[in-house]
């Protein structure tokens, strides 16, 4: 099996196994894996590379790296499997979300969020819309169809194609920035959306929009393509407000609940 550190991957993959800073080693360890677990960069059943190869990648000791897998296959993230097929895997099913919310999110800490999110991949959606290459699209193409084929039963396979597909476009951007910024925002939107429900009305009306920007980009349409990732963005900020479990003076800031829903 071939592991993600093969020559190959993508930009997004590529920034999780970058050289790892100190003093936070451990915990950035754990952060940087299991967020790319979580993302879906780090695919279920992936093998991770050898030990050995892994810490001399990420330039931190093996006792780091050993304590940091430790904590990730006791998390759920990861399993460990002994013999001579053995190695260190993605689990089948990884935990989602970094954590069930426990208490209600403050709407400033939402809207920042969200805010955040617009200047990405409005941004992403210009330049993908003038970079994009035939592989690039090709792809997008794929990640849309898999997400056509994951009822709301699995939103889990739903979500990770989701965040690939917008990982996706900042990719068709060639730029390794906003590939960084982009895997960011899509885990913070991550740890957001697994407070709603998922209904599969919501997620076909959104996998639509998916399908229409890729032929806008496929067109070089900037300008339409630009509004409709906007009208994406604004109709995810509705379903939160509409459907976030918080009292309605926690509900997402700067959302009008009086104004119809995005015309899909």
């Not at 780090?42 to 892994?54: F, N, Q, S, T, V």
């Not at 060639?174 to 991550?190: I, K, N």
């Not at 003076?249 to 104004?259: E, I, L």
Request: net charge negative; glycine share 8%; aromatic share 2%.
């Amino acid at each position: 099996m071939t592991h993600p550190a093969a020559s190959g991957r993508g930009a997004a993959l590529d920034a999780v196994f970058e050289p790892v800073h100190p003093p936070t080693t451990f915990e950035e360890t754990v952060e940087r894996l299991g967020t790319a677990i979580r993302l879906g960069l780090l695919a279920p059943g992936a093998r991770l590379p050898p030990e050995r190869d892994l810490a001399d990648e990420l330039r931190i000791s093996r006792s780091t790296l050993r304590q940091a897998l430790t904590t990730l296959v006791q998390s759920g993230h990861l399993v460990s499997k002994r013999g001579r097929s053995g190695g260190t895997f993605v689990a089948e099913e990884p935990p989602l979300a970094q954590a069930q919310p426990i208490e209600p999110l403050p709407p400033e800490r939402a809207r920042a969020v969200l805010d955040y999110r617009v200047m990405v991949e409005t941004g992403a959606t210009v330049l993908a819309c003038e970079r994009a290459t035939a592989d690039d699209l090709a792809l997008l193409d794929a990640l849309t169809d898999e997400m056509g084929e994951a009822p709301g039963a699995r939103f889990k396979v739903y979500r990770r194609a989701d965040v690939r597909f917008h990982i996706g476009m900042a990719e068709a951007c060639h730029s390794p920035r906003l590939v960084a910024a982009m895997t960011e925002v899509q885990g913070q939107m991550t740890d957001l959306v697994q407070r709603i429900a998922h209904p599969d009305e919501v997620l076909t009306r959104s996998n639509a929009q998916h399908k229409r920007l890729v032929t806008l980009l496929r067109r070089q349409d900037v300008g339409r393509a630009v509004r409709l990732m906007r009208e994406h963005c604004e109709g995810t900020e509705h379903i939160l407000a509409g459907l976030m479990p918080e009292a309605p003076d926690q509900q997402v800031p700067g959302v009008d609940q009086q104004r119809p829903g995005v015309d899909q």
